[in-house]
């Protein structure tokens, strides 16, 4: 299974950039880094994932480093209703098994 | 476009009693997923289906049973419920390509007593 790790908390100021770092450096070279992120107690919502080239999407941004153990999400204009736990997940041991899920970041946006 | 709907939204049910959870999507997905969520935890995959007719155990099987006769519908079935299954439970499907997003439903808020 490939394992990540994640701060447990994070705060960052409305309208700046919030900048979530995500160590997983378990994974192998042909799995994808997910993030996904959870409101209160809704279902998890996906944001975006990748595999080795950065990527963005109109809600997010994903760095990922060249040796692939580690990987950041960007939240460019941070806004209060961004408040939730985010997790980076890597796939469980192949596409088929699902998404191995961690405890999170909760990322509080501050007014 | 209802995407992943979960029946039904909260329930409680007393130690012993046998209940089923409904997952339907409308995406075509093959891949469909049971996951738990306990307070403060990340999810934990139950069960899994990567098409019709077939199943798999994930992580925490124990004590749940599920069928997916029907692509768009995966069943999740409690035969005789405990206090340890007080969870609340997410279905979510995606295509089987590696590199696809999940879709998850709202959640069933399950209280054993």
């Known amino acids: 299974d490939a394992k990540t790790t994640q701060p447990t908390s994070m705060d960052c100021a409305e309208g700046r950039a919030a900048n979530l770092p995500c160590n997983h450096s378990t994974i192998s070279g042909n799995e994808y880094v997910y993030w996904y992120r959870q409101i209160h107690s809704q279902g998890p919502q996906y944001i975006i994932h990748?595999?080795?080239n950065n990527e963005t999407n109109e809600m997010a941004s994903l760095i990922i480093t060249e040796d692939r153990k580690s990987s950041t999400l960007i939240l460019p204009h941070a806004t209060l209703r961004d408040t939730a736990v985010y997790y980076c997940i890597g796939p469980r041991g192949g596409g088929a098994d699902g998404l191995t899920f961690g405890k999170g970041t909760h990322l509080i946006i501050q007014p | 476009n209802a995407g992943v709907t979960q029946t039904p939204k909260f329930r409680v049910l007393k130690t012993g009693q046998s209940m089923t959870l409904l997952c339907a999507q409308d995406?075509?997905?093959?891949?469909m997923y049971w996951y738990r969520q306990d307070p403060g935890m990340g999810l934990r995959l139950i069960h899994y289906?990567?098409?019709?007719?077939?199943?798999a155990k994930g992580e925490v099987p124990d004590g749940y049973n599920v069928s997916r006769l029907k692509k768009q519908n995966f069943l999740l079935g409690l035969e005789s419920a405990a206090p340890s299954q007080t969870s609340v439970y997410f279905c979510?499907?995606?295509?089987?390509?590696?590199?696809?997003?999940?879709?998850f439903g709202q959640g069933t808020r399950l209280t054993v007593v």
């Open positions: 289906s990567v098409g019709e007719g077939t199943t």
């Open positions: 979510a499907s995606s295509f089987r390509d590696r590199g696809t997003e999940a879709f």
């Open positions: 990748g595999l080795k």
């Open positions: 995406m075509n997905h093959e891949y």
